[in-house]
Each structure stands twice: as C-alpha cells, then as structure tokens.
C-alpha cells in the first residue's frame, strides 16, 4: 500500500533526489574539471619540411645595436624637413621615431605618435611608458584618455585630426612639435583616408611631420603632394632589400599536424591543394535526375 501525501502539499521527494529524465543542478563557480591525467599535445614530427620551416625561428643571439644607414638618414633629415620613411616590416622603422621623441623630450619639446588601430596605439603606448617613463607619455583614444599634458602622446590619428580641428575653432596652437604618422599609407583608404588627409593638410608647417609606411609604392609622388598642401620639402628615405625577417606560413591540420603553406617553388602545398578539392567535393550536392513527362 502506497503511503498517502498530504492534501495541498507537493512532493519534493528526498534531498538529492532527482526525477528520472532530470538532469542534475551545476554550480556554476565550481571547480573546473581535473586534467592532469590528460597527456599533453604530441611534439610536431620533425620531417626535413618541418626543420626548414622552423629553423631560424627563435630569439637571435644578443649583439651591439648598429642603426641601418637608412635610419640614420632619416633622423638626419628630421632636423630641417618632413621625412616619409617607406621601409619593409620589421627594419626598425620604430626606431626612427623613437631616437627622434627622445631628442625632443629631452630638449622640453613635445610629440604625437599616431597609428590607425586601437590595438597598435596601446602597444606603443606600453613600448614608449616603458623606454621614456609612465610619467612622460600619455595615450588619447576613443575609449581612454590618460596623462593628457604629457610631452609625448600617444593616440589614433582621428584623435589627433579632431584636436587639429579644435584649434582651428579655439585660435590655440596645437602642442606638439612633431607627429608621427605610423601606417602612412591609410591615406589610399577608401572609407577612412581623408582622416589621414586631413590630419596632414590643417598640421601647421612648423609641426615636423614622420611618415612611416612598408606599402607605399609612389612614394615620390605622395611627397610632392606633402610638399604641395603643407609648404615643406619632404624627404623619402627608402630600404632597400627584402624584409630583413622573412615570412614563414604553415597550417596546424586537426590531427596536430604542421604543414608548410608553400613548397621550395613558392606554390601552394600540393597536399593543401587536394584537402581543398576534397572539401569542395564533399560539399557539393547530388545530381538529381529528372522524371519524364509523358
């Protein structure tokens, strides 16, 4: 005989115990789950492809800086003109606009350093804290404004293009004795170069303007036009060469394989090749066939 509940009241049942189907209360801030017995991820296989992809890869072994003569150029240019520095990725373009800020601070003099990218400005602004003192920079973007009396700001050029624009509304000068235009070549934008623009036209001409780029390919031509809008000579300085650290591409396969992007030819790995055309095979759809009407 069943043992009767009482009229009114709902059963809970016992503690702990659930109804068949029910799937059992997490808690959410509870420990994650234990993984130590998890062996880790087995090491790439070292095939000759591999080794040559790899080698190379590593932290170089420590020697005296040397500047390139292209950097030197530059900073000696900066003295009496504009200077647009066209130079392959990782040839030290930086560098010129750092030794440049640092004679600059270190007369009292101030400087901007403007880059496209939120991303890119808060590296710099942690690169330059770190080399010239958290006290001495500051960083002015869309969603952060901090240490804005410092002598060298950091921020996005549409930060400095509105506050060229509030000097223009205010007659006050804007501070700033040089501004770097890092990715220079954002002018050839089509939704977002006339911030570029802009930002070069309404720089007063006393405002000595570094332009760095690794993509610019008339860059004769877009310093003529420096020279037109603004009224100063503007040098080029070019390295010349390939990247001094070249580009290594590979593919991590699901099965933790690592396979070179392009063979010794430069083409595209022939196996990457086939796993493309297997896809698309796979995803094409049936051939249906078509019923007579008779």
């Known amino acids: 005989m069943r043992q009767?509940?009482?009229?009114?009241?709902?059963?809970?049942?016992?503690?702990?115990?659930?109804?068949?189907?029910?799937?059992?209360?997490?808690?959410?801030?509870?420990?994650?789950?234990?993984?130590?017995?998890?062996?880790?991820?087995?090491?790439?296989a070292q095939t000759p492809e591999i080794r040559k992809l790899l080698e190379g890869i590593g932290t170089p072994p420590a020697a005296p800086f040397k500047p390139d003569p292209f950097q030197l150029e530059a900073l000696a240019a900066l003295e009496f003109e504009d200077v647009l520095v066209t130079a392959p990725t990782g040839s030290g373009k930086t560098w010129i606009a750092r030794e440049e800020i640092r004679r600059l601070i270190g007369s009292g003099k101030r400087a901007w350093y403007t880059s496209p990218l939120k991303a890119l400005t808060n590296s710099k602004y942690q690169e330059f804290s770190a080399e010239f003192g958290a006290e001495r920079v500051g960083i002015l973007?869309?969603?952060?404004?901090?240490?804005?009396?410092?002598?060298?700001?950091?921020?996005?050029?549409?930060?400095?293009?509105?506050?060229?624009?509030?000097?223009?509304?205010?007659?006050?000068?804007?501070?700033?004795?040089?501004?770097?235009?890092?990715?220079?070549?954002?002018?050839?934008?089509?939704?977002?170069?006339?911030?570029?623009?802009e930002a070069i036209i309404l720089s007063?001409?006393?405002?000595?303007?570094?332009?760095?780029?690794?993509?610019?390919?008339?860059?004769?031509?877009?310093?003529?036009?420096?020279?037109?809008?603004r009224g100063v000579h503007c040098g080029v300085v070019t390295r010349p060469g390939d990247r001094p650290v070249p580009l290594k591409a590979a593919l991590l396969l699901p099965n933790q394989r690592l396979l070179p992007l392009l063979n010794d030819g430069g083409r595209l790995n022939p196996e990457i090749v086939a796993m493309g055309d297997r896809a698309r095979e796979e995803r094409r759809p049936p051939i249906r066939g078509h019923r007579r009407r008779f």
């Open 4 to 44: 009767g509940r009482d009229k009114g009241s709902k059963h809970k049942g016992r503690k702990g115990e659930r109804k068949p189907g029910k799937r059992p209360a997490t808690n959410r801030f509870q420990d994650p789950p234990d993984t130590s017995n998890i062996a880790p991820p087995r090491a790439f």
């Open 141 to 197: 973007t869309g969603d952060r404004k901090e240490n804005p009396d410092a002598p060298l700001i950091v921020g996005t050029t549409e930060i400095y293009r509105n506050q060229l624009f509030d000097s223009l509304r205010s007659g006050q000068d804007v501070r700033a004795d040089l501004v770097v235009l890092d990715e220079a070549h954002y002018l050839a934008d089509e939704d977002r170069g006339h911030v570029w623009e």
């Open 204 to 229: 007063p001409p006393r405002i000595r303007l570094l332009l760095l780029s690794a993509t610019i390919g008339n860059a004769d031509e877009f310093a003529r036009w420096l020279e037109e809008v």
